[in-house]
């Protein structure tokens, strides 16, 4: 989900010149707008909102941008493992027990020029959508498709037609618009309009722009200036994150909320690949006392850890950007073991389901390999 396919990006194929930039890395952000909604024509009817890079809790459509229905077995979600922003959707469609709804179609972490492609399935398929690239059913939609092929990305099953790639926004939409088919006990993972709810989007811009894509303007800066400024401001957020979580078990207080998911799947990926791949390299996530425990206690709850791919993770990025890593070698390292020791997180109080409750065993075929993570 960077930039066009042929610009430069950790999603989409990169450009023959690769995907570092001259000067500093700036992350395209025009997505398909369009939503599923559970009234379309309600959401159609209140005015055109402007662009939202993180997406909003209701409102109205951007321009151009069309309502689709809820829709209980119409739409499959496409959202590699090795990805940190289609790994948000897979979480919290776990978390909310949205898996009857909406199915899951789990491309291979290494993508060709031409768009992810489904080569962990059998044939090389997708069984439910019959296609070998993302790219194809992005065309099937907009023949003349200008941009990224990226995940996640929610997909028309009658059609073939993706939908949305507007990863900040379908997490929202599942929290919101598919309330109809949430589990029993699902978590409350947006509080109530209110401070709260304006705190967490404040929350959720810096952990954004300074965080999730700051990692990014570290491994594609093409200047020594450029990179040095990623990196402070990326370490200036780190340690802003390590004081909030040093008093609270979640960023948000006693429960766990969209914010954590955001922040949950760049930590996930930062030793095994952003403090050496992309050199953000002031310490590592395991030597921040409150981050590192806070990751650990997120990693050990179910539907966080349960969908992490530590290998596939390693193979996309170190396979995928040759001018970061002109080898290709991916690296063996490092030890995983550790994401299952004791965090001591449940001393700060809390529930982190809040009045909800855990979600049940992963599904038959959605499983990580069990070679791929120290869960066991």
């Given at each position: 989900m960077d930039k066009d396919s042929t610009g430069q990006g950790s999603d989409a194929a990169a450009s023959p010149k690769g995907y570092i930039e001259e000067g500093g890395y700036d992350r395209d952000t025009n997505y398909i707008g369009d939503r599923i909604v559970a009234d379309?024509?309600?959401?159609?009817?209140?005015?055109?909102?402007?662009?939202?890079r993180v997406g909003r809790v209701g409102g109205g459509l951007a321009e151009g941008a069309e309502a689709w229905p809820v829709e209980a077995g119409r739409y499959r979600l496409v959202a590699a493992r090795a990805c940190p922003w289609a790994n948000r959707a897979i979480i919290v469609r776990r978390l909310l027990g949205l898996e009857d709804a909406i199915s899951l179609g789990l491309p291979g972490p290494v993508h060709d020029e031409r768009s992810w492609t489904f080569d962990l399935d059998e044939g090389g398929t997708d069984p439910v959508l019959g296609t070998h690239w993302l790219q194809e059913n992005y065309v099937e939609r907009f023949p003349d498709y200008p941009r990224g092929i990226t995940v996640?990305?929610?997909?028309?099953?009658?059609?073939?037609?993706?939908?949305?790639?507007?990863y900040p926004?379908?997490?929202?939409?599942?929290?919101?618009?598919?309330?109809?088919?949430?589990?029993?006990?699902?978590?409350?993972?947006?509080?109530?309009?209110?401070?709260?709810?304006?705190?967490?989007?404040?929350?959720?811009?810096?952990?954004?722009?300074?965080?999730?894509?700051?990692?990014y303007r570290c491994g594609f800066a093409g200047e020594q200036e450029s990179y040095g400024e990623a990196y402070d401001r990326l370490w200036t957020a780190m340690d802003w994150l390590e004081e909030r979580l040093t008093t609270r078990r979640f960023l948000m207080g006693a429960t766990i909320t969209e914010a954590d998911v955001r922040l949950f799947t760049t930590l996930a990926r930062f030793d095994p690949v952003y403090h050496g791949h992309f050199k953000a390299n002031r310490q590592k996530l395991a030597e921040m006392p409150a981050l590192w425990a806070y990751a650990r206690d997120l990693f050990q709850t179910p539907g966080f850890g349960d969908t992490i791919d530590f290998d596939q993770i390693k193979h996309h990025y170190y396979e995928v950007h040759r001018d970061v890593n002109p080898t290709g070698i991916v690296p063996k390292g490092p030890d995983l073991n550790g994401w299952m020791s004791a965090h001591r997180r449940e001393e700060l109080g809390g529930r982190p389901f809040g009045d909800g409750t855990a979600p049940g065993p992963v599904r038959e075929g959605e499983a990580v390999d069990p070679e791929h993570t120290p869960l066991r």
């Open positions: 379309p024509g309600a959401v159609r009817a209140l005015p055109t909102e402007g662009p939202a996640p990305a929610l997909v028309d099953v009658p059609t073939g037609g993706v939908v949305t790639n507007d926004q379908i997490t929202l939409d599942f929290s919101t618009e598919w309330t109809a088919f949430h589990r029993d006990g699902a978590p409350q993972l947006i509080p109530d309009a209110g401070p709260e709810r304006d705190e967490m989007f404040e929350v959720i811009e810096r952990v954004f722009t300074e965080v999730n894509n700051g990692v």
